[in-house]
């Protein structure tokens, strides 16, 4: 488990933010090889390795390792960016406590949930599914699909952790809800599902609505 306290640092001293993460080292699962915090003046060289650095304003971005062997034993990096502290900034120690829990969780459930879809697959949906004409898989689809299960699990953590029952997890749902309905929203977007199987499109769209896929 993650220091709470040292999440409260971290939160007030960008300079104890690297130590607080490293300690994700612990929790995280054999297919995640790094755990680490990516201040801005990181995003140059992520750019350079993965080809796009987290966009501005994300908690946290999840690279996988081996695109080709997406779903076959990828490994993944977990990068933890500011606003992950920042959003919190002159809250106080109660809150930051009890917000370090919802993080933790983020990072635990949401990101690392990425990694194990990179690593073996998204349940119910393998990478072949993906597959366009041209044998290429839809990565945008793809994407949009790993996102929704990886709000889903994020959202079950939440209402598994005792500390934060009789208000909080209510509080946090909506917003999650909120994200999570702009990969939705993709589902039906033409430049999203080009090429894709229509009745797989049509299954997502029936099976993966937010307001039921994930509730409230
Ligand atoms: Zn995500």
């Not at 990181?42 to 971005?61: C, E, Y």
Request: with cysteine; hydrophobic share 40%.
């Amino acid at each position: 488990m993650v220091n709470p306290k040292d999440f409260r640092k971290a939160v007030r001293e960008p300079d104890l933010r690297a130590d607080y993460v490293s300690q994700f080292g612990i929790v995280k699962p054999p297919y995640v090889d790094v755990v680490a915090y990516a201040s801005p003046a990181d995003f140059q060289a992520l750019k350079q390795r993965f080809g796009i650095a987290p966009a501005p304003g994300s908690i946290a971005k999840t690279y996988a390792l081996d695109l080709e062997g997406l779903t076959n034993g990828s490994h993944s990096e977990v990068y933890i960016c500011d606003p992950f502290f920042d959003m919190l900034q002159g809250k106080p120690s109660k809150l930051l406590d009890i917000n370090g829990l919802i993080r933790e969780n983020t990072i635990k459930n949401h990101e690392f949930e990425h990694a194990r879809h990179y690593h073996k697959g998204i349940d119910d949906y393998p990478l072949a599914r993906f597959r366009v004409e041209d044998g290429q898989v839809n990565r945008l689809l793809f994407g949009a699909v790993s996102e929704l299960f990886a709000y889903k699990s994020e959202a079950d953590g939440l209402r598994s952790i005792k500390r934060l029952q009789g208000g909080y997890v209510q509080q946090v749902i909506p917003g999650l809800l909120r994200e999570a309905m702009i990969y939705y929203d993709w589902l039906f977007d033409a430049r999203v599902t080009k090429g894709a199987d229509p009745e797989l499109v049509k299954e997502l769209r029936e099976k993966l609505d937010p307001t039921r896929f994930i509730g409230f």
